[in-house]
Antibody, heavy 121, light 109 residues
Framework: EVQLVESGGGLVKPGGSLRLSCAAS????????MNWVRQAPGKGLEWVSS????????YYADSVKGRFTISRDNAKNSLYLQMNSLRAEDTAVYYC??????????????WGQGTLVTVSS | EIVMTQSPATLSVSPGERATLSCRAS??????LAWYQQKPGQAPRLLIY???TRATGIPARFSGSGSGTEFTLTISSLQSEDFAVYYC???????????FGQGTKLEIK
């Protein structure tokens, strides 16, 4: 069974940093691209970042470029999101999602339950 | 950036009836269009990919159609568990970028 479990969320002050993790199991992690998608309270979904299976290709939404860094450790079956210079508008539930197919999957077939990041003074 | 617009924002339908949800792209996305279902407090679930292919385990009452800029998700006979928010999502491969629609809330009439 595919499982994605996020952790690392919490309350942080504006300008602060946080590192999210996503532990994957039930599939060959190193064969799939991985993604972060967020959802502000009561709002819709927003793609944040993607990383290819071997970390060769990395992409970011303009809203987080230069502040967030995605990475993965295939030996540990883990995905990460380092978030720096956090702003109030980064407050959201952050989901880890698996790319369904290919180096740049057009969609996401499995999602974790999410971890809440709150940016507030 | 490609903008995805879903309509209507809210759709009220009785159980057993058909629901039709629309998604429009600001420019062609070919067939790089997916649909997701999200229930309160849960993660999204992939329903349809490639505009018309059902994901693993998705019931046949869900169907997707369209290409280019106009897409439709149809639920042929609504079950109680189908009342949720539905999102469309496009994929652009250069530059790599994903955009979601704002969602359609499907509620019980």
């Amino acid at each position: 069974e595919v499982q994605l479990v996020e952790s690392g969320g919490g309350l942080v002050k504006p300008g602060g940093s946080l590192r999210l993790s996503c532990a994957a199991s039930g599939f060959t992690f190193s064969s799939y691209s991985m993604n972060w998608v967020r959802q502000a309270p009561g709002k819709g979904l927003e793609w944040v970042s993607s990383i290819s299976s071997s970390s060769s290709y990395i992409y970011y939404a303009d809203s987080v470029k230069g502040r967030f860094t995605i990475s993965r450790d295939n030996a540990k079956n883990s995905l990460y999101l380092q978030m720096n210079s956090l702003r109030a508008e980064d407050t959201a539930v952050y989901y880890c999602a698996r790319g369904r197919v290919g180096a740049h999957s057009p969609d996401f077939d499995y999602w974790g339950q999410g971890t809440l990041v709150t940016v507030s003074s | 950036e490609i903008v995805m617009t879903q309509s209507p924002a809210t759709l009220s339908v009785s159980p057993g009836e058909r629901a039709t949800l629309s998604c429009r792209a600001s420019q062609s996305v070919s067939s790089n269009l997916a649909w997701y279902q999200q229930k309160p407090g849960q993660a999204p679930r992939l329903l349809i990919y490639g505009a018309s292919t059902r994901a693993t385990g998705i019931p046949a009452r869900f169907s997707g159609s369209g290409s280019g800029t106009e897409f439709t998700l149809t639920i042929s006979s609504l079950q109680s568990e189908d009342f949720a928010v539905y999102y469309c999502q496009q994929y652009n491969n250069w530059p790599v970028h994903y955009t979601f629609g704002q969602g359609t809330k499907l509620e019980i009439k």
